[in-house]
């Protein structure tokens, strides 16, 4: 059975609920498939000490500012959930839940959206899945994964699979990473005496000055993306402000002499690590905070190609689908869209595009 409707929105976590709110603004039948069981996008499967960049009010979707709580100024993912849960109750949008959306193809003047419930038939989609989904893991050019990755004996695993110290208690571990996900693991295991930890870096950390927080981020990507739209001088964005944000914890522990990076190491062994040098560590357990990419594998049929295997875009539009928009994936879909402040502009303007292209 196939049901039709004017947009197909795939994924119920932020970026999803932000473009349902501005499709509803356009008057426009949508639906919302998520994959989820519950309401919170990846905000429900962090780990438990997890916080955001920025204090509540500067992390709102469009229309409901994001209340505040008692107690540390930055929310919590648990406070996100509930704020998600609460969005999407309050503006009654229409997400179907669990569904796991396989394909997207072309059926003519149409995109048939073939699901594990079924079919719809839509004038528009909208691709709101985000990066929590496809983690990735470091490889060596030519080779299949990091050196001794498969013979590492101890236990390995993403950030996706991190949810708090007490689970590594008396053991020695390695925590990869020097982007906001490695600092904050490794901040938050030094909190257990027992845990001997080694953090490693590809790079010396690039700490972000103790004031700048997500509000100066989110200014620093929308400063840059106009500067590029306006053929200017690239700003650098983030990037240029350094790597990692110093929360409260991770600068606790850096001040307290604890959040010490090592270099990178070449290879795993059996029993830990190894440097260049020959230089041995053992290890217990590996967490690879080594970031995410698109998830984006249901768009395969669509035979999107781009650099970096980023389907090309104008906005969030989709070059070679217009029909087609992206959202929430990064710079590349909008400034600062995988954040919760940063995607309620990139939502307005593909609600915006694709009334005009319904005609609407």
């Not at 496809?134 to 590492?152: D, E, I, Q, S, T």
């Not at 004996?153 to 949810?163: F, W």
Request: one cysteine or more; proline letters at 7%; aromatic letters at 8%.
């Amino acid at each position: 059975m196939t049901t039709r409707t004017d947009v197909v929105v795939i994924g119920g976590g932020q970026a999803g609920l932000a473009a349902g709110y501005h499709l509803r603004r356009k008057k426009l039948d949508f639906v919302i498939l998520d994959a989820q069981g519950t309401p919170g996008g990846a905000w429900q499967h962090t780990w438990d000490s997890l916080h955001l960049f920025s204090p509540a009010a500067f992390s709102s979707l469009p229309g409901r500012p994001m209340p505040a709580r008692p107690g540390p100024e930055y929310p919590g993912a648990g406070h996100v959930v509930e704020y998600l849960s609460d969005y999407e109750q309050r503006y009654d949008l229409p997400v179907h839940r669990p569904v796991r959306v396989r394909r997207v193809r072309r059926d003519g003047d149409r995109l048939r959206v073939e699901t594990d419930t079924g079919v719809w038939s839509a004038r528009a989609v909208v691709s709101a899945t985000g990066t929590w989904w496809r983690p990735f893991l470091p490889a060596v050019p030519g080779r299949n994964a990091f050196p001794g990755r498969n013979a590492f004996a101890g236990r390995q695993l993403h950030t996706t699979g991190y949810r708090r110290p007490a689970d590594f208690a008396g053991q020695r571990v390695v925590v990869v990473g020097g982007g906001n996900s490695g600092a904050q693991i490794a901040a938050d295991l030094t909190t257990h005496d027992d845990i001997d930890l080694t953090w490693a870096t590809q790079r010396p950390p690039r700490f972000l000055a103790d004031d700048i927080d997500g509000r100066a981020l989110f200014d620093a990507a929308t400063a840059r993306r106009r500067a590029l739209d306006e053929g200017r001088t690239d700003t650098g964005g983030v990037a240029s402000l350094g790597d990692i944000v110093a929360v409260p914890p991770v600068r606790e522990a850096r001040d307290a002499g604890l959040l010490k990076a090592s270099p990178m190491f070449t290879r795993l062994t059996a029993e830990g690590i190894e440097w260049a040098d020959g230089t041995r560590a053992a290890a217990d357990a590996v967490i690879w905070c080594t970031g995410f990419r698109p998830a984006l594998s249901h768009l395969a049929p669509l035979g999107l190609r781009g650099p970096r295997g980023h389907a090309l875009t104008h906005g969030t539009r989709a070059v070679e689908e217009p029909r087609l928009h992206l959202l929430g994936y990064g710079d590349w879909t909008g400034p600062a869209s995988a954040t919760l402040i940063g995607v309620g502009r990139p939502a307005r303007d593909a609600a915006g595009e694709i009334a005009e292209l319904l005609g609407r």
